[in-house]
């Protein structure tokens, strides 16, 4: 049905910039929400940053002003643009899209996650 994959996370330095990016596959009529969550270890996983097929955005309180989620529809695609980062961001971090598509209705996708670690 409907794949998502992301690519970009890695290790860096606090203070420093890594950009998330999740490409989706398959059948796709439209998309409803795409967005990022993370998880640390020993902790729930917590949503960072969503966005509408309206391109309106909501942001975690702790990554407002240094987090920017985007969506390029046309291309299937969406990023998490992070800087500034804390050791407090340290996560596994995942893209998740709610989609509408012809053979399924509405339904939620996860990609595999990826590992962003700060260090102090």
């Known amino acids: 049905q409907v794949q998502l994959v992301e690519s970009g996370g890695g290790l860096v330095q606090a203070g420093g910039s890594l950009r998330l990016s999740c490409a989706a596959s398959?059948?796709?009529?439209?998309?409803?929400?795409m967005a990022w969550y993370r998880q640390a270890p020993g902790k729930p996983r917590e949503l960072v940053a969503s966005?509408?097929?309206?391109?309106?955005?909501d942001y975690l309180d702790s990554v407002k002003g240094r987090f920017t989620i985007s969506a390029d529809t046309d291309k299937n695609t969406f990023a998490l643009q992070m800087n500034s980062l804390e050791p407090e961001d340290t996560a596994v971090y995942y893209c998740?899209?709610?989609?509408?598509?012809?053979?399924?209705?509405?339904?939620?996708?996860w990609g595999q996650g990826t590992q962003v670690t700060v260090s102090s």
């Open positions: 966005i509408t097929g309206g391109r309106g955005t």
């Open positions: 998740q899209a709610n989609i509408y598509g012809f053979h399924y209705g509405t339904r939620d996708f």
């Open positions: 398959g059948n796709i009529y439209m998309f409803n929400i």
